[in-house]
């Protein structure tokens, strides 16, 4: 009886290695770009679309692979020179790599603590010169 409980428990803990490895970033990388190479064209498109140079593309979704925004770009501009379409303009700018979120936080409050500073340093001769002028 407790070897078909252990069999059981391993079936069902060998059937998820797959989900539990993909949440903890263990995936096989043939796997990972076969699953991100359509975001990867759409990507592409989407930028051709927009009008956006393929370097543009490949900077701002430097996450997924070239090679399928390459060939989503391609597409796009094969489809929209035959029907003589035009770029649409993007309305709204770029999104940020992952990441950038922290840096430009680090960076904002780094900028913020040092202008605190100047602040503190600039309203300290301004003390020492009211002081001076209460004794004349």
Do not use: F
């Amino acid at each position: 009886m407790k070897t078909y409980i252990l069999t059981a428990i391993a079936v069902i803990a060998l059937t998820a290695c797959d989900q539990i490895g993909q949440k903890l970033g263990l995936e096989d990388p043939a796997k990972k770009e076969a699953r991100m190479e359509p975001e990867a064209k759409a990507v592409g498109s989407a930028c051709r679309q927009s009008g956006r140079a393929i370097e543009d593309c490949y900077s701002i979704y430097g996450w997924l692979p070239k090679a399928g925004i390459y060939a989503g770009w391609r597409e796009m501009d094969e489809y929209m020179r035959e029907n003589k379409l035009e770029t649409v303009a993007p309305q709204l700018p770029p999104p940020e790599p992952p990441g950038a979120k922290r840096k430009a936080k680090k960076e904002t409050t780094e900028n913020a603590t040092a202008s605190d500073a100047k602040a503190e340093v600039k309203t300290e001769p301004k003390a020492d010169s009211e002081k001076k002028a209460d004794k004349h």
